[in-house]
């Protein structure tokens, strides 16, 4: 492999391993947020409890994903000078704004409110975990922003030989980031939910198989469950709504990548939609890669409604955007380039460009989001079945117990890889390009960094990164099976002297 193909692959390792904690950590810190309002609300200590509970996981997370996130804005520059270059002045201010505004509110009230048990007023103190959220939140929308610059660059031109910043607020209305953000925020509360909903489901089951007669956690456990499950059937709902609407951005600004996703070689209209496939593909002698479909299971007209809403739309294949892209170069389905690719054409016409990506991956990652989300939502449905009141997980008999501990343990997982393999899509998919219509990926990276010094990074990183998730596992395990805290609600003091604690 060249020094190219290397730094690709150590971007995609940390980046994918990174986005674990991502999710996890916007979507769980509202859960807090708001189990610790539902206590101040009722008065009731449950509420209190799994606040305690839930929010060691939450710090733990918290804490890796700010660890493993520093080495990514260093590969821009390490790994990816030519890129820096050339999208910097747009790129930069984004991120510039997510660590001072959005890692300011996270890690200022974070610390308020681990600290702050018995300084703060109690309204105050909630108030802090929402800041903490709402930062999580607002660090989604600017790495988002940037994000969809790379798949549709608006507000920018090209001029002294890179892309300079013609508007700001274009990027935060850029079609691709209208339906990427709230499409990444129901993925990241369905997240959130499922651990509520599966570390309650399965603790709820275990009490009860080992004390039939009741315990004093079963309300607790029950509440976590349901509502978990309830956050999770709704969020699920939220990403299949806007997960359509981006699926319609990208037919009109991506249709390679819609393609690719969906194995549509050739124009149809109706376009049917491939449930499974098998597909080959080899770059010829011209550069150019072929694709063929060697097998698929296709139920018909349902592509077409994805993509336009219309059960007789016609759909461009891979084949014909070939064609298209080698007669005219990059163009959106209505034929339209934005500034900066209409003004890079030029330069792009110089190179030889393959605009197919990796069909196979593409097409397998769209069907793993989806069968993992949908999965998430079935077993959502079936805790609130079964822990509706008065009722128990059925886990009477060795096989059940054994199924539910194990489904349940699983459950937190489930959007958890949707929401990569979603993210795995959206990269791959876009490839050649790493701004779309403009940047090859191939000419992005950095020319003065060898093969052997990325192997060396890339393993370095790969062996800490292993060691973290061992970690990160462990600690959440221990902490899930010593189960909820015995809490005190803690008195705000007078003592303005009195030193600060940790809560845990």
């Not at 034929?335 to 393959?354: C, H, I, N, Y």
């Not at 959007?415 to 090859?440: C, D, H, K």
């Amino acid at each position: 492999m060249d020094a190219q193909v290397l730094a690709r692959w150590q971007f995609g390792i940390t980046t994918v391993y990174h986005f674990f904690f991502v999710p996890m950590t916007i979507g769980t810190s509202w859960m807090v947020a708001v189990l610790q309002t539902r206590w101040l609300r009722s008065g009731d200590d449950q509420w209190l409890r799994l606040t305690k509970f839930f929010s060691k996981l939450f710090l733990i997370n918290f804490t890796a994903g700010v660890v493993t996130g520093i080495v990514q804005e260093f590969q821009f520059g390490m790994n990816w000078s030519e890129y820096s270059r050339f999208v910097g002045d747009i790129f930069g201010a984004p991120l510039a704004l997510e660590a001072l505004v959005a890692f300011f509110l996270e890690s200022t009230f974070i610390g308020l409110w681990i600290f702050g048990w018995d300084k703060l007023p109690r309204g105050l103190h909630n108030m802090c975990m929402y800041l903490v959220a709402l930062g999580s939140t607002i660090s989604a929308i600017f790495i988002l922003a940037a994000n969809c610059f790379m798949q549709n660059p608006v507000g920018a031109v090209y001029e002294n030989g890179r892309a300079e910043l013609a508007d700001f607020s274009a990027l935060f209305t850029n079609p691709f980031f209208l339906v990427t953000f709230p499409h990444q925020i129901a993925a990241s509360l369905m997240v959130g939910g499922a651990l509520l909903a599966g570390v309650g489901a399965w603790k709820l089951a275990k009490v009860h198989k080992e004390n039939p007669q009741g315990h004093p956690d079963e309300d607790a456990w029950r509440k976590s469950s349901r509502m978990g499950a309830w956050v999770m059937i709704v969020a699920c709902l939220a990403v299949f709504a806007s997960g359509h609407a981006q699926g319609q951005v990208e037919a009109k600004f991506q249709p390679m990548k819609l393609a690719a996703s969906e194995g549509l070689l050739d124009t149809s209209a109706p376009a049917d939609f491939a449930i499974v496939g098998i597909y080959t593909q080899e770059r010829g002698s011209d550069g150019i890669t072929k694709v063929t479909k060697v097998w698929s299971f296709e139920v018909p007209y349902v592509l077409s409604i994805l993509a336009f809403n219309d059960p007789n739309a016609e759909v461009m294949g891979i084949n014909d955007l070939t064609e298209q892209f080698l007669a005219d170069g990059y163009r959106n389905i209505e034929g339209g380039r934005t500034p900066l690719q209409e003004q890079f054409s030029s330069q792009l016409a110089e190179l030889s460009v393959d605009p197919v990506p990796n069909v196979m991956i593409s097409f397998y990652s769209f069907r793993m989001m989806i069968g993992l989300g949908s999965l998430g939502l079935l077993i959502g449905l079936a805790i609130l079945w079964f822990t509706r009141k008065g009722h128990y997980p059925p886990v009477d008999k060795n096989w059940q117990f054994q199924t539910w501990k194990y489904v349940m343990g699983a459950l937190p997982f489930m959007p958890l890889f949707a929401n990569s393999f979603g993210w795995i899509l959206t990269e791959m998919g876009r490839q050649p390009w790493i701004v779309y219509g403009v940047l090859p990926t191939w000419t992005a990276n950095s020319p003065n960094v060898s093969a052997g010094e990325i192997i060396f990074s890339m393993s370095a990183f790969t062996l800490v990164y292993g060691i973290i998730a061992v970690l990160v596992l462990k600690l959440f395990f221990t902490y899930i099976a010593k189960g909820l805290p015995d809490v005190t609600p803690p008195e705000v003091s007078t003592d303005a002297d009195k030193p600060l604690s940790f809560a845990y």
